[in-house]
């Protein structure tokens, strides 16, 4: 295609800008005065004339709204400045209080305590009228309600909400500058092209999504500007209190305070577009992604982004911009990003990726990209950058963004409307016709929860007044179903369907299967027979919780909990930490009721008089049922614990382990949160600590003992500089690891009964400092099993590690490590019975006809020697009888099992190994060891080969970690006979 300007729809959409307007764009300018001094502050920090548009060269005067200049002192993408939130707020807030076209409104606090905000541009009779408006996208959105005719009218007087979200990466630093200015120009410019966005659409922005994040970064800037030798960290280690990057891949699990707010924002406006500003791309992409497509989103969505797209790139590349792009960078497989709250809502949600504006100052940037289809106007091969060039681009491709929603007004409601009405009848035309997550699963305090995550998503949750037969499905009266026929169909089925992810098309930009049913250890049926949605239902208003129940049992010896792995025993176990509660080592029946292995017998007898009443609170609020019995059962228990806890964490990368510390403080399990130098420098864990769980950080061990290097000490702490960093942890110097002296500590601490636990990548370490006999990590060099939900398998039943889970669980398994447990370890069992004992087999006899076989002697290469002057047989008989009594005392005496205890294995059958996500040279992964225990000294090192804590994703997974807490001390009990230790078979 030709890329000629279409000069007609420029004029139409442009309003009179023309393809030359970088001249003079007097159409633009009206007759309204410029703000002379913050015009000539645009032209002094862009460097190239081509990194200027018509929409952006200039700012309109007011005399009553206050410019970013007038305000804080610098226009916004001034050299050297970056504006701390509370700025851009205090700037936002002024602006609200002298236009009747700005409204600030409060959407909600961060994890720190900041507040989260929308600022509302619209004209003055639209801001006056922001609740019908509002109702109005209400209506539509929702076509159940709505009538054909209604919603013809609705399109008719509604206006689309177009909301723009910056910084979520908070390194990423321009959006935050630039979407102060585009608030101030969208309401005080008076040219056609504003007017057409300010009267025909209401314009949304959320200068900083990040708040915690961007505090830290504008810390690290400001105290690099006043001291630039400063040996401060570039880059923070910490962005928000959990995690940096994978702030955008929150939107399937929910577990921050950002997505939330947004989410509960969204769904109470459902805006038209979500747009989120990213960095990391030269100069700017614009979205519409490469595919493979997400498989449950409208076609109709995919054309609106191209639409988008290329009008953004056709507009800045007429004005003469270089570098403006679209398609690839990533693929549009996967809803994890925050802006694909929208894609799956019958919204459009998109994203750009501009040249970074960094710490603001200018700087070379060097690229080098051929040419493409997608790509026709490349980047140049070096360039002056600067942030104010940032802001211009991101500001004249969004406006023209705007321009597109607010000029085309009626097709973009029309289309929402179109979406809609298909994610309704999805239940009937492409199914399935709902899910259900039946009543009879054990663990309804694990389906609870996944439930009310699917409330908090806005989608309807409904519950069976009587029993519903769908098929050959039968489900009881109390079971919840998820219907497909309500307007956000699509993100249920997205969350809750199996995903494949071909091997050969492209690799996917992130994870290729997510399905939550498994990775919540909750049961959920994909209903394709519409039957379904005929049966006795009611809409679930309140958030889904199981009832706890004690029922009344005077004279009660004992109280029964079922243990099936919810996380929420784990929680009430911590809450009550001064109850005695002995978990059961078998199952065990009572009163005609099955109690699996590690359910939880808490008898009156050592607990408070008014334990009754102390369960029955505590039932209702963790969501289990206690039972009381007349006489405690006969099983083997042991005490449950709650052992003392710390999170270890690196210097160099803290993002995945944030993820462990989520779902730790989501139920309320306290911890030390400690790094590797605490573990360095302090011999005695075991007096402080009773588990010490190593987060996901590296794969490479030797980084882990080196950690950051550099010539000077690297300080993360709170100065009067940076008063916003050193809120999770802080030291005066970063650099340097465990060192070997931590790994010395490490084995002194579970050598002493200390229970250590590496997640996923950590693994390696225990595996290459032996710490972990028995265990080695498998080379995979043909594994493809990008981030998906695998099978796993429960292979030592006994462990208290999988007490409560049944015989397979999906896991969270990305590439690596997989391990191998070798034998080596089964020896005699001795008893103090003398020297060792003698070698269990001969010496193989070399039968290769090789004449250095023996040496030489009598007869042929197959006989024996016979030494000359004394019986052949000497001394035979008195072996034999020794060999004889050993016999017996080994077969009496326990064998010494193997030190490494596979508790769990990868599926066996390669075709079972794949639940959700993509796989090629499963054979590799498939009986693998996915969760090792290791016996070290008197305690124990816990091995996951897969990720337990994901995203706030795999809340399935998390009490196989709980386990390892609850049953600290105890991790020994239930063993098999020594398993026949697998060895590699490559
Ligand atoms: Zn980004």
Known sequence: MAMQLPRHLRARLVAGVTACSLLLPFALRAQQPNDTAYTARIREFTTEPFFLTPLVDHLPASDRVPTPLALLGHISGARDV????????????????ASDRVKVLSIGQTEEGREMIVAVVADEQTMARLEDYRGMLARLADPR????????????????VYWATGAIHSPETGSPEMLMELVYRLAVEETPFIQAIRNN????????????????????????????????????????????????????????????????????????VLHDLHESASYLYTSTGRGPYNAWIDPVLISEWYRLAHREVEELTGWGVPGIYTYDFYDGWSPNYMFWIANSRNSIGRFYETQGAGDASDRIVRTSVDRQWSRPNTPLPEVVWSIRNNVNLQQSALLVALNEVASN????????????????????????????????????????????????????VQRLSAQAVAGSDTFPAGSYVVRLDQPFSRTADMLLDRQYYNPTDPAPYDDAGWTLGPLYNARTVRVVNADILKAPMTLVNDGVRPAGAVPDSPGARAFLIAYHGENDLTAFRYAHRGLRIMAAEAAFEADGVNYPAGSFVIPMAGNPGNLPSLLASAAEQYGFAATGVSGVPEVTTHAVAAPRVAVVHTWTSTQNEGWLRLGLDEYRIPYDYISVHEVRDHPKLHERYDVLIFGPSTNNALSLLNGLQGDQPVPWKRTTLTPNIGRQDATDDMRGGLELQGILNLANFVKAGGTLITLQNTSVLPVHFGLATNVSIRQTPDLWAPGGVFRATVSEAGSPLVYGYDSELGVYFNSAPVFVVSAGAVTGGGGGGGG??????????????????????????????????????????????????QSARDTAAAVTPNPARVIMRYAPDVKQLLISGGLRGGETLANSPALVDVSYGTGHVLLFGFNPFWRSE??????????????????????????PAVTATR
């Open 82 to 97: 970056l504006t701390y939130p509370e700025d851009i707020y205090r700037y936002l807030r002024a602006v609200d209080d």
């Open 145 to 160: 309600r709505t009538t054909a005719a209604e919603a013809e009218r609705l399109i008719g007087q509604g206006k689309p």
């Open 201 to 272: 659409l209401i314009t949304m922005v959320t200068p900083v999504i990040e708040v915690d994040g961007r505090a830290k970064v504008v810390d690290l800037q400001v105290a690099r500007k006043q001291d630039p030798k400063t040996s401060l960290p570039r880059s923070p280690v910490y962005w928000g209190k959990y995690v940096a990057h994978d702030d955008n891949r929150d939107n399937l699990g929910l577990g921050l305070q950002l997505s939330r707010n947004v989410v509960r924002h969204f769904l109470a406006w459902n805006p038209t």
């Open 836 to 885: 060792g004992a003698p070698a269990a087999t001969a010496p193989a006899r070399v039968t290769d006809g090789s004449t250095t076989a023996r040496h030489s002697s009598r007869g042929g290469i197959e006989e024996q020697d016979v030494v000359q002057g004394r019986p052949t047989d000497l001394g035979r008989a008195g072996v034999e009888e020794f060999r004889k009594r």
């Open 409 to 460: 007004r009626e097709e973009y409601l029309r289309n929402f409307w179109l979406k809609s009405q298909r994610a309704v009848a999805k239940a009937i035309t492409e199914g399935p016709a709902a899910y259900v997550l039946p009543a009879s699963d054990p663990r309804l305090a694990q389906q609870a929860r996944l439930l009310r995550l699917l409330q908090l998503q806005g989608i309807e």
């Open 954 to 979: 795999t809340l399935g997974s998390y009490g196989l970690v709980f386990n390892a807490l609850l049953h600290h001390g105890q991790l020994g009990r239930g063993r098999t006979a020594p398993a």
